[in-house]
């Protein structure tokens, strides 16, 4: 890899942490040889969901992914349509209905740019019937068409989906080098940079973090929300479950925005059904952003009632939200350690149920109802 070629500017940054994952890709993006299908490997936190749309960026814009130009803007803020992500829709898996409509949406020319680009999130969840359908397109895909599947190992994917991709490996970041690498991106204190790992969960969607003001925002409003509890009445945590679905949904108003002009733009020269399925997709890729923006806002709970926990243990130096010590110290005073090991459980079950697609709001307020009860020991 040359070290002063412009290029893969977007796998830079979202692999500093990986570095032999971002040689390997590097090489791949820069010689024009990139697999049809990679499957990415690695724990949870390990940057895979990142690194997989640093390379969407890398094959669909012209310099190899330099991170400034349309096509990698559009990319980054997830509304390129010629780049599709897709996770599971029910509570088991991938849907058939879902592979059904991902193998006829292969078959289609690209909208905007040169190649396509699928990312699965979850491939574990790709059961027998829905992998069965997806096989022989995924082997043989179109020209142009790259699928970029992510799973945490390989012995829980199905052989015959792993035999059809190029594995890539992730090893899991510690905290300390990811807020490290999210530090030399953004400059920012190495204490906000730790937090901001905490609630984002990479390094990469930390920088996002860190640069987002309403997404910024939402947390407070979690971390409002947590303090309040002690004193809180009923009314107060349904009300405080409907501010956090606003503050939420306030980072999509963008995104919104521009996917009604990705349609305005090409309903010129789109065929109905063509349309049909791009209004489609991007109402899907609405909800995962909401559903993202959820699992973040319940990172940034259990982050704070983590603090709790360090608070009641006496562990001086282990708080992650510095800039909120006073809520953690207050909590802390109204509860026990047994009580701060329901509320942290009580996250727990919130963030399984939102993997399961369940209600937002409604998974928000059983949580609230559900911390509350453990922080006051009832």
Known sequence: MSSHAPETASLLAALDTQPRVRAFLTRAVE?????????????????KLDAAWALAQAIICESHGCGTCEACVRVARRTHPDVHYLAPESVTGYLIGQTRDLIEDVALAPIRAHAKVYIIDRAEQLRADSANALLKTLEEP???????????????????????????????????????????????????????????????RAVAFLKSAERQEARRVMVRALDALPHADDLDILNAAKELIVAVK????????????????????????????????????????????????????RSLLRDVLVVREGIADGITNTDVAEVSSRLAAKTDTPGAVGALDAVARAERAIARNSTPQLTLEVMLFAIRKALLCR
């Open 31 to 47: 010689s024009d040889r990139t697999s049809h299908a990679y499957l990415f490997l690695g724990a949870p936190g390990s940057g």
């Open 142 to 204: 179109p020209r142009g068409v790259t699928f970029i599947l992510l799973g945490t190992s390989s012995e829980t994917i199905l052989p015959t989906i792993v035999s059809r991709c190029q594995c890539v490996p992730f090893r899991l970041v510690s905290p300390a080098d990811a807020a490290a690498a999210v530090a030399r991106a953004t400059g920012a204190a190495p204490e906000r940079c730790r937090m901001a790992v905490a609630v984002a969960g990479s390094p990469q």
């Open 250 to 301: 306030a980072p999509l108003a963008e995104v919104k925005s521009t996917q009604e002009a990705v349609l305005s733009q090409n309903a010129d020269y789109l065929s109905r059904g063509a349309l049909k399925q791009l209004e489609d997709r991007q109402k899907r890729e609405l909800n995962a952003r909401e559903r993202s923006g959820i699992m973040e806002v319940l990172a940034s709970a």
